[in-house]
């Protein structure tokens, strides 16, 4: 039997030391699978694997010691449970979520359902090499945003009425950047160091801050032979459609600039940071 | 509404949090806020930092209304706290 590894790849299956053997990938988007989905990778894991599945680090599952010849029957009986098998190779990989807005006090964004239409509208897309989403509710960065390719930040943008403000105090303890004072009758907000956060928002008793949320996004982050945080270049977006504005320009460009084997900084450092960040800023705030 | 002029608050029971941490800051202050009627007032004692970032928001969460939180100066705060929820 010949093996088409870059197929096996493409749909998931990792060569293992073993031969003959495959760690079947599958597919998690945020980190989220109900206890049905739980409970049918238990079952393939007992019947045809060895009894275990490796979490990834990415908040994948993989489950070990598959054979090939039983490849259709694991792949059809997960799926009749709603799981799908996952990708490798070059192409948007498992989107990576923290709980956020949904679950989690800090949370600015829904991060469960963004990641979803990330992982709708670009999961498995062909590229000059792997690249990922990760979606992280806050400043807290639980999901490590700036280690992806493009990586998601919620955050809030915040504004501030004096009407309602009974100073309180509490929103001038809460900023971590030091950015709010209360004086006698007011409060100074100094915006230049206002990082997001919106902890003022959340955490006001009277309603005087409001918050939007809004996405801070990071290109070009990667963490693995070579370490490289990702960068903003774009100011908070409020509008999800900006957002989707972004990533479809950020892989259009790895695409056109990305020869097979580069990762998405590469490409974006051989075309030049200026001249990326110029085209994004075009599409994504002129458009 | 909002309630405005907040020097005249006496606060109903008093809790001190400073021998705890985080989460157990929150939780020392919910348990005393449990013996309070509804509108009644706690005065928390807390630490400066940590527990006086977080412990607002949390009360707030909850439900409850915080009323004032002020630097005592010695590496705690005092927080007003108006229950409201049962």
């Known amino acids: 039997m010949v093996v088409d590894y870059a197929a096996l790849k493409s749909g998931g299956f990792m060569r293992q030391k073993q031969k003959n053997n495959f760690s079947m990938r599958l597919k998690v988007v945020g980190g989220k699978l109900e206890a049905s989905q739980l409970a049918a990778i238990a079952e393939v894991a007992e019947k045809y694997g060895h009894g275990y599945v490796h979490l990834t680090s990415r908040q994948g599952v993989e489950i070990p010691f598959i054979k090939p010849a039983d490849m259709e029957n694991v792949k059809a009986e997960l799926l009749s449970a709603g799981v799908f098998t996952g990708v490798c190779g070059p192409r948007v990989r498992t989107v990576t979520a923290c709980q956020g807005s949904a679950v989690c006090p800090s949370g600015c964004i829904d991060t469960y359902a963004l990641a979803e239409s990330i992982s709708e509208r670009y999961f498995g897309r062909e590229l000059p090499h792997k690249f990922k989403f990760g979606v992280t509710g806050c400043r807290n960065n639980c999901l490590k945003a700036e280690e992806n390719d493009l990586g998601v930040k919620g955050v809030y943008s915040v504004s501030w009425s004096r009407e309602t403000c009974n100073l309180c105090g509490v929103c001038a303890k809460v900023c971590r950047e030091g950015a709010v004072s209360v004086t006698e009758d007011t409060l100074v907000v100094d915006e230049t160091l206002c990082n997001h956060c919106g902890r003022c928002a959340k955490a006001c008793p009277s309603d005087a801050w409001s918050g939007q949320p809004a996405y801070l996004l990071s290109f070009g982050g990667m963490f693995g032979n070579r370490i490289a945080s990702g960068r903003q270049i774009l100011p908070p977006l409020t509008d999800t459609a900006a957002l989707f504005r972004a990533a479809d320009a950020a892989l259009g460009f790895f695409d056109r600039h990305g020869k097979p084997g580069d990762r998405f900084l590469v490409a974006v450092e051989r075309a030049g940071w200026d001249v990326f960040e110029k085209y994004i800023r075009a599409e994504v705030l002129h458009a | ?86």
């Open chain 2, 1 to 86: 509404m909002p309630e405005k002029h907040l020097a005249e608050w006496r606060p109903d029971a008093w809790a001190d949090v400073t021998d705890v941490v985080c989460p157990a800051t929150f939780a020392k202050a919910l348990a005393a806020l449990e013996d309070l009627e509804k509108g009644q007032i706690l005065e928390i004692r807390l630490n400066d930092g940590e527990a006086a970032r977080n412990v607002p928001l949390s009360i707030k969460d909850e439900g409850h209304l915080v009323l004032k939180l002020s630097d005592n100066g010695d590496g705690t705060c005092t927080l007003l706290v108006r229950k409201l929820d049962d």
